[in-house]
């Protein structure tokens, strides 16, 4: 089926792959025994789910293994670093116990960094009463995240994601909270926080009634400080007909309608990684059905090698979101987890990239912000490359922190054209750089 092709007046229904029925696909039977076996080994580790959307409207199946949707979605080699592919792949030669692979999946997952940026110890909120939250997060002041029990999962996972511990059955890293009342009990005694964001997985995987009840009781306190409700989805990239055709489609949009209808902004934060995905008939009715409801969406993506690090195919993106009414938000850099090393672009070629594609775009689309990176001590934007007393330099600064009075003070690094990751990046005027000391405090008290 090609992309101009539509079908979504069929009502089509969600069909899952995944390493138990992935072998079905008549496009996977057509590739090596080798390949095939190269996804078991990575799905084995890495969290892996697409669907009949992705696998029919949006990936070209001439184009393997190089079309970006087929590395977004399927397992690749790569992805793996040599030592942990090897050591799974030995496993699984040998016709391995489930127990066997799950041991050595689980071994090699605590060594890719599974939790980045201090989430578990440092983002967790505690309630007056010394409750702590896990299924919520709140780094900076304005904004709390909030992960409902019941969407801990994908329509289809991105290869890349940070959240992938939540999907591989590592239960003591889920982040989950089965009842919304905390959530408001938390925003009481906060009255500082604005935004709520709902997150996951993917929080649109929930069905209409379920996620109505969250939103009711968030409706119903009638809080003050509540401004802004945030639902962060790859929805519209994976599975548009959540707003067209499922059986609670309009249910769903209703509950949009409910929200801004109750005087609070919706921000739809939708995740498009690839200009394909905007291309199909589905997701352009979707976009429409979204906005209609008040909803604005804001569109955001990391940068990623072997699929978007490319400066005109970013201006196409931005381009084509503000026509479709979305307001392009972030291009994020990948996190210092799971295949980093396989995603991850130099920081000095996240700018350039960037650039490239900021200045060759309208002014409606440079609403953006980016390269950022959304590492511990917050959100650091690679803000430019210069001289500075005959010395090469990287502009950096806070677009968000832990401390509000970081955003905005320019500092600098030595330039360093293998960094990929704020760590890697050492300070050029200073012993440190002028967060450091009180960010380690910031640990030390929380460590406690």
Known sequence: MTHQESIWDDSPSLKSYTLSNFHELPQIQKLSEETRFEMEVVGNV?????????????????????DPMYVLTFPQKGMLKPEHYEKMASI???????????????????????????QMELNVPTLKDGTKLYGMQHKYKETCLFFPSQSQTCHAYCSFCFRWPQFVGMDEMKFAMQEGE????????????????????????????????????????????????????????????KFLTDSDSEEMLDIFRKITDNELHLAFMAHFNHLNELSTPSVKSAIKKVKATGAEIRTQSPLLAHI??????????WTKQVQLGCIPYYMFVVRDTGAQHYFGVPLVKAYDIFSKAYSSVSGLAR????????????????????????????????????????????FFAKYNENAIWLD?????????????????????????
């Open 367 to 410: 609403t953006v912000r980016g390269p950022s990176m959304s590492a511990t001590p917050g959100k650091v934007q690679v803000a430019g490359i210069t001289n500075i007393n005959d010395q090469k330099v990287i502009i950096l600064r806070f677009l968000q922190g832990r401390n509000p009075d970081w955003v905005q003070v320019p």
């Open 308 to 317: 978007n690090d490319d400066s005109a195919m970013w201006a196409k993106m």
């Open 92 to 118: 699984l030669k040998n016709n391995p116990e489930k127990k066997e692979i799950m041991s050595t999946a689980n071994e090699i997952r605590l060594q890719l960094n599974p939790h980045p940026a201090g």
């Open 182 to 241: 905390q959530l408001v009990q938390y925003l009481r005694e906060h009255p500082e926080i604005t935004d709520v964001l709902f997150t996951g997985g993917d929080p649109m995987i929930m069905k209409a009634k379920i996620f109505s009840k969250y939103i009711d009781i968030l409706i119903e306190a009638n809080l003050p400080n509540l401004k802004t409700i945030r639902i962060g989805t790859k929805s519209l990239s994976y599975w548009p007909y």
């Open 46 to 66: 890495l969290p892996f789910k697409a669907n009949n959307y992705v696998v029919e409207q949006l990936i070209n199946w001439n184009n393997i293994p190089a």
């Open 424 to 448: 890697d990046l050492k300070p050029v005027f200073t012993e440190k750089f002028f967060f450091e000391e009180e960010m380690e405090n910031f640990k030390a008290l929380h460590s406690n």
